[in-house]
Each structure stands twice: as structure tokens, then as C-alpha cells.
């Protein structure tokens, strides 16, 4: 028996999205042929809500000939919503002998679940239950509903100030402990979400530093490959997986979740010539798979794949975004793709969480606030991200389309306009310096390794501390009640935020009202009050340097 049953329905563009048929009502079955003895067993009788109880099935002397694809393993459970959901187990072992299925608990109170195990015509199950309590865990990334521009954890109602940074190749380090070191670094500089490869081969193209070393391969295998190290030809087996490597993604997983940290899970990227086959049953096998291991983690997005468009087609993000999020991954966490082209997204379908644009034009805001419109006019809200807009130090100082370089502070500037346009950002840290020399393998937006010479978040940290300090989520920017090439965040008569690119004093209209004024040094961190302001209009002395300045103004 194949472990997946793929189904086509029409040949429209909807119908390309796959049915997956689920092994969770079998009959009961009296059949003797079989292995010679499969056991259950719970992890856990008690769990924090938003953590997961993990059935593991065992079999004795295994005798399949390929365990991913002869044998299926599925659940089903319930819980205080009465809600059933049906979830994908997995081969967690090349021989056959380990299966695991995993339950996520997303909210406090008494689960049920069966789970099945299916081999051919013979099958068993087994039935349990387990408790969940509030143990004040985040939980998963939504989309606020309330202001949708905008994100809020479900588990905890609190919003979630997007802060985001590159580490395509986190994954190729193959110790744990450099892995939770690059969480630990990036957590102490008010990082909250890493973009980072699942599959993906190192390509020599993008002109950066890296070098191989012991403990340290970027040749990302999720499947069983004849030549793990090979850039072009690793000759990989799409019907096995690599579960030590699995294992390995699980590991960093939970320990990014201890620290608050979402992991954007990048499925495949251009710059690896080596994919399974577009809309092919091995690719659906690697989503399901993956799914089936990964969704559990309440702090995953799904990411489809980096510069998608130059290797796949919006039609296919369509089928197999629809296909992870409303077939596989039964908590639905939220999805997106990255394409070259931006006019590539499917930003209206119900599967697409948020944009994940690449724009590296300066200045970056008014193009944001142009594509905000863009998404308003499709009567479809969703949070706006720029996640590939600065590389530090990854182009020249010379380019015309970067006159200031791609250096720590120009990218940061970039990042306050795009904060400014009500939107996100995820930047990448220099691979050039610190440890990206020979016989270091590199660092920065490459595998998040870095050192004390890389400072470039610590601005970043400071425009995290200033955002979260008031309710960011209430405020729409509205340039045209400030001075000329300056720009404003508003919640009208309570809150006015006004980034000054140069430092100058700033002309704000206000609604009538006495207000707080304060300065904003995104550059040290430094607040410094200014006094009162008084609408309805209000002119504020000069800042005290030249460099760029926030004014904030509160309502008293």
C-alpha cells in the first residue's frame, strides 16, 4: 500500500490542488499477516497547551521494503472545542521500526485521539487521551483579526512586533549546541523570527565567504541522497527521508520555541538546481512528510520558497499552498512564498498568510505604502513583509541603486521606512567579517554565526524597543500630516509617530488636544522629552544631531 493517494479533480487552475486520502477510519481487521508485533506507546499523560503529546509506534523486525511508502500511519483526536482533527504520522527510522504521530494541544482541557497503524491489510490502533493546561505558552502566529495589517499570538492575545532576520543555512552546522548558540545570540539582539532553509545546496553565486569545514556542511538533505556533498548531481531518493536530519531540524525547533522564536520553514530555493519534479507525487510526499513532522511546532510559518518564481509558477504556489495549509497541516499555520517577481503571490487566496516581498529600491517606503494599497484593493487584508530588501555588505558601495551601500546603518534606515509604512522587515547580517574569513565558514545572513564586531541588530533592537512600547497595531501611517519627506504613523487624537530621515524639526498636524512630545534616538536608544505639544498644529525644535530622529507624541 502506498502511504498517499493522490487525486486530481479538474485541470483548472483550483483543480490542481491534490486530495489527500487519510487512513483514520479503518475497518477492524482480523488478518494474521502482518509484522510480528507493533506496540504504542504516549509520551506524556499531561502537557503544556500549544505542546504536543507524541504516539510512537514500534514494530519488531520490520520487513517492508520501503517504510515511507508501504506503511501509513494517521490520527485523530478531539478535544474541549469537540473539534476532530485528522493528522499524518511518519517513518522516523530508514528501517521501518519507529512511527510517530503527534498531537498539538491548543488550548487547556481533556484530548482523545485514536492512532492507526496500517500495513498492507493488516492494521491496528490504539485509543487515548491525555490533559492540557495553561502553561502561558505564545502558541501560534496569526494574523490579528481585529487589525489585520498587523500579528497577534493566539495562545497569549499578545501582538507581535515582527523583527526578523536571514540564516539560510542554520541548518548545515550539525551541532546542536552552534545551532542554539546562532537562537541564543539572535534572542539576546530582540531577533524574533529566523528565515532558514529546509533544503536548499550552497551555490558559489552569491560571491560570500563560505567554506566547508567539520561540523559545518551546507548541502542540505532532507531525502536519502547517494552523494550528500554534491552541489548539482547528490542523487537524492525522493521516496526516503533523511530522519537523522529531520531529527536534527526538531531539535532546533523546540529550542527556538523555549526562546519565543518563530522559524520561517523554507521549503526549496533557486539557487539549488536540484528539486523534485513540479506537482509531482514525490514533491507532495516531501509537503505531507514535512507536515507530518514539523506542524506540531506551534512556532513555524511556512515559507514555499525562496525566489519561488524563477522555478515555479504562481499557479503551482496556488495548488501547493492550498494543499500544505488547508489539507496537511491540520493548525494551519500561517504560509507564504518569496518570489523575484512581487506581482507573483497569491495574495488573495485564503491560503496566503502574509506578503513576503523582495524590494531592495532606496528609499524603500513609499513602495510599501504602494503595495498596502495594492493589498487593500483586493478587499483581502494581510500583513505586508520585506524580507529580502539588505544583505549588509552584500553589494557594492558603488551600485546606483544603493547609493549608501549596503551597509548596517543604510539597511537599518530602510527598515524604519518600512516600519513606518505600517509594515515588516527580515534584514541579513554581513558573511564578510568577523568569522566570514578563511578557514571560518562564514557567518551572518548565511548560518546566523557571529561575533562582537557584527552590531548591525543592535539598531535593530532599539527600533523593537520603541514599537513595543505603545500599541503600534492602532496606528496607520498618514505622511500627509507631517512635513514633506518625512513620515507618520497615526492613531488620530491619541498617538502620533513621525520618523525624520534627517534630523530637522518637523511641522505635525494634529487633532486638537494636549499632547506629550518626546525625541527618539533610533540610533542609541536614547528617549528624550521634549514637552508639550498642542494640536491642531505643532512645529518641534531641532533635533540634536543631524542623523535621522523619531518624535513620538502621546496624548496626555
Not at 25 to 36: H, I, M, N, V
Not at 155 to 183: C, K, P
Not at 281 to 306: C, H, M, P, Q, V
Not at 473 to 499: E, F, R, S
Request: aromatic content about 14%; overall charge negative.
Amino acid at each position: 500500500m502506498r502511504v498517499f493517494s493522490w487525486s486530481f479533480r479538474h485541470s483548472s487552475a483550483l483543480a490542481a490542488i491534490v486530495c489527500l486520502e487519510l487512513a483514520v477510519a479503518l475497518p477492524q481487521c482480523s488478518a494474521k499477516a502482518g509484522p510480528d508485533s507493533v506496540t504504542f506507546s504516549q509520551s506524556a499523560q499531561s502537557i503544556a497547551a500549544y505542546d504536543f503529546v507524541e504516539v510512537t509506534i514500534t514494530v519488531a523486525h520490520p520487513d517492508v521494503q520501503n517504510p515511507f511508502l508501504d506503511v501509513s500511519v494517521s490520527g485523530q483526536f478531539d478535544g474541549p472545542a469537540a473539534r476532530s482533527v485528522s493528522v499524518l504520522g511518519f517513518c522516523d527510522s530508514a528501517d521501518g521500526s519507529v512511527y510517530r504521530i503527534r498531537f498539538l494541544a491548543t488550548q487547556p482541557g481533556r484530548y482523545r485521539y485514536t492512532a492507526t497503524y496500517q500495513e498492507g491489510a493488516f492494521h491496528k490502533q490504539l485509543s487515548g487521551s491525555f490533559q492540557a493546561v495553561d502553561g502561558h505558552r505564545n502558541g501560534i502566529l496569526r494574523v490579528d483579526k481585529s487589525h489585520p495589517w498587523h500579528f497577534v499570538w493566539e495562545g497569549t492575545a499578545e501582538h507581535y512586533f515582527w523583527n526578523g532576520t536571514t540564516a539560510f543555512f542554520l541548518m548545515a552546522w550539525t551541532s546542536d549546541d552552534q545551532v542554539r548558540a546562532v537562537i541564543d545570540r539572535l534572542h539576546t539582539l530582540k531577533v524574533n523570527r529566523i528565515r532558514t532553509l529546509l533544503a536548499g545546496r550552497w551555490s558559489t553565486s552569491a560571491g560570500e565567504p563560505i567554506v566547508p569545514e567539520h561540523g559545518y556542511s551546507p548541502w542540505l538533505n532532507p531525502w536519502v541522497a547517494a552523494r550528500p556533498e554534491s552541489t548539482d548531481d547528490p542523487g537524492f531518493d525522493y521516496t526516503r527521508f533523511n530522519v537523522g536530519y529531520y531529527q536534527h531540524w526538531e531539535r532546533m525547533l523546540a529550542y527556538a520555541r523555549s526562546r519565543d522564536m518563530v522559524i520561517s520553514v523554507i521549503l526549496d530555493w533557486n539557487d539549488s538546481k536540484v528539486h523534485p519534479a513540479a506537482l509531482s507525487e514525490d514533491e507532495k510526499r516531501y509537503y505531507a512528510y514535512t507536515a507530518a513532522r514539523l506542524a506540531a511546532f506551534s512556532n513555524i510559518t511556512w515559507d514555499l520558497g525562496d525566489d519561488i518564481s524563477s522555478f515555479r509558477s504562481l499557479a503551482w504556489s496556488h495548488d501547493m499552498g492550498s494543499l500544505l495549509v488547508d489539507h496537511l497541516d491540520p493548525y494551519h499555520h500561517l504560509a507564504s512564498d518569496h518570489p523575484v517577481d512581487n506581482a507573483q503571490q497569491d495574495r488573495e487566496s485564503a491560503w496566503f498568510g502574509f506578503t513576503s516581498f523582495q524590494q531592495w529600491k532606496r528609499p524603500i517606503h513609499g513602495w510599501m505604502l504602494d503595495e498596502r494599497k495594492q493589498q487593500e484593493a483586493t478587499g483581502r487584508i494581510i500583513p505586508q513583509t520585506n524580507e529580502e530588501y539588505g544583505y549588509e555588505d552584500h553589494y557594492p558601495h558603488w551600485s546606483p541603486n544603493y547609493p549608501d551601500g549596503q551597509s548596517a546603518d543604510a539597511d537599518r534606515r530602510a527598515a524604519w521606512e518600512i516600519a513606518m509604512a505600517g509594515a515588516y522587515q527580515t534584514t541579513g547580517e554581513t558573511a564578510k567579517r568577523g568569522t566570514g574569513v578563511w578557514p571560518d565558514a562564514g557567518g551572518g545572513w548565511v548560518n546566523g554565526r557571529g561575533d562582537s564586531t557584527m552590531t548591525m541588530l543592535v539598531g535593530y533592537a532599539h527600533m523593537v524597543d520603541f514599537f513595543t512600547s505603545f500599541d503600534w497595531w492602532l496606528t496607520n501611517p498618514n505622511d500627509g500630516l507631517v512635513t514633506a519627506g518625512d513620515y507618520c504613523l497615526v492613531d488620530p487624537g491619541k498617538t502620533y509617530v513621525v520618523y525624520l530621515p534627517k534630523g530637522r524639526s518637523v511641522t505635525v498636524i494634529l487633532e486638537p488636544g494636549s499632547y506629550r512630545a518626546s525625541w527618539f534616538n533610533p540610533r542609541s536608544g536614547k528617549t528624550t522629552a521634549i514637552g508639550d505639544a498642542e494640536g491642531p498644529q505643532w512645529t518641534s525644535p531641532a533635533p540634536p544631531d543631524e542623523g535621522d530622529w523619531v518624535a513620538l507624541l502621546r496624548r496626555k
